[in-house]
């Protein structure tokens, strides 16, 4: 750690804030809306985070497909150990850096200077974080480490955060309603939003420094897995090899499936996940695992608004969706 700055926190008080839902309320940070559950982390890990050249940063929006590439990313990487996916869930063999016991809440006292990442001994490690490349561009910039960043299209991403938020024990008794989930996401109120500044911020990486940062969309990967997967591996510089190929990527997609992950006990566990500040059962990251969902819950209405909207955003940076 090179200072002791390290817990100096940022002052909520003195930015921005709008009520999400419930009792809870996000403030704006570089442009973004972060959760006070999420803010120290990432302003720490913004500040102090030097990755390895070897390090893989899987970056993503909620709910886009994140604990799917962790897997992925986890069985391409450590080929020998991917049968720990059937007694780890994936967020445990891919932590978050901004949460867990990295950069996120306590252990941190404000007078140790520890480096939280000196315990992490893997060959190539692989971390996670829902950070906008805009808070991080520094951090990436800085070294030779590979990105890989996961999209989804707006309106299946925008109804399986609604479903993830309506499974916390307070939605129990109030549930947030669809309307003003629709209303928050266009506006760009919700944790990490906005969702569109997000997304361009990587695809531009993409654009820009291709051998570093890797852009792939969920529907790309529920399309063909099989040559999503190998792109993946080369990209990492891991490609496939030896005999049987295409019989080792069909392995690893069938073991990260939906169907296979989702039905694995460590999974189905109603716990709260270890390490992140915030009240998320383990088996909530595994609803329906699809494309198009939203036909079932969008009124044309609302289709046509955020159509309208990701034509604003996307299309004219030759973005499509
Ligand atoms: P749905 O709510 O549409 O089902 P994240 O991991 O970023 O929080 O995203 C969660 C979404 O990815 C959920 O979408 C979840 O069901 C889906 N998902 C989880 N594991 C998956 C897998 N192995 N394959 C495809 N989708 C998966």
Not at 202 to 214: I, W
Not at 255 to 267: G, K, M, T
Not at 304 to 320: C, P, V, W, Y
Request: glycine share 6%; hydrophobic share 35%; with cysteine.
């Amino acid at each position: 750690m090179e200072d002791s700055s390290f817990d100096l926190e940022l002052e909520l008080s003195s930015l921005p804030r709008e009520k999400w839902w419930g009792d809870h309320y996000l403030f704006q940070h570089g442009g973004f809306w972060l959760m006070p559950e999420s803010i120290q982390g990432v302003n720490r890990v913004a500040k102090h985070f030097r990755p390895l050249p070897s390090d893989v940063i899987l970056a993503s929006y909620p709910k886009t497909g994140t604990t799917w590439l962790k897997a992925l990313l986890y069985s391409i990487v450590n080929r020998s150990y991917k049968h720990r996916l059937t007694v780890e869930n994936p967020h445990s063999l891919v932590p978050f850096l901004e949460f867990f016991d990295i950069y996120g809440t306590p252990p941190y006292e404000s007078t140790t200077v520890v480096d939280p990442l000196s315990d992490i001994n893997h060959s190539r490690r692989i971390f996670s974080t829902h950070m906008p490349y805009q808070l991080l561009a520094k951090t990436l910039n800085s070294s030779d480490c590979h990105v890989v960043y996961v999209t989804r299209n707006p309106k299946d991403t925008l109804v399986s955060s609604w479903h993830f938020v309506n499974k916390w024990d307070e939605a129990r008794e109030e549930p947030w309603p669809f309307e003003v989930a629709v209303e928050k996401f266009c506006r760009g109120v919700t944790p990490y939003g906005p969702y569109y500044d997000h997304v361009m911020g990587y695809r531009n990486l993409g654009l820009e420094r291709p051998k570093n940062a890797h852009f792939v969309t969920y529907e790309e990967l529920k399309n063909d897995p099989q040559t999503n997967v190998k792109n993946l591996a080369e990209f990492l510089g891991c490609p496939f090899e030896g005999e049987d190929v295409e019989g080792q990527v069909r392995e690893i997609v069938k073991s990260c499936s939906f169907e296979v992950l989702s039905s694995h006990e460590v999974n189905k566990s109603e716990d709260v996940l270890a390490g992140v500040p915030l009240p998320l059962t383990v088996n909530s990251f595994f609803r329906k695992g699809g494309v198009g969902g939203y036909k079932d819950h969008m009124s044309d209405e609302i289709v046509g608004k955020i159509d309208a909207l990701t034509r604003e955003k996307f299309h004219s940076l030759g973005f499509m969706y």
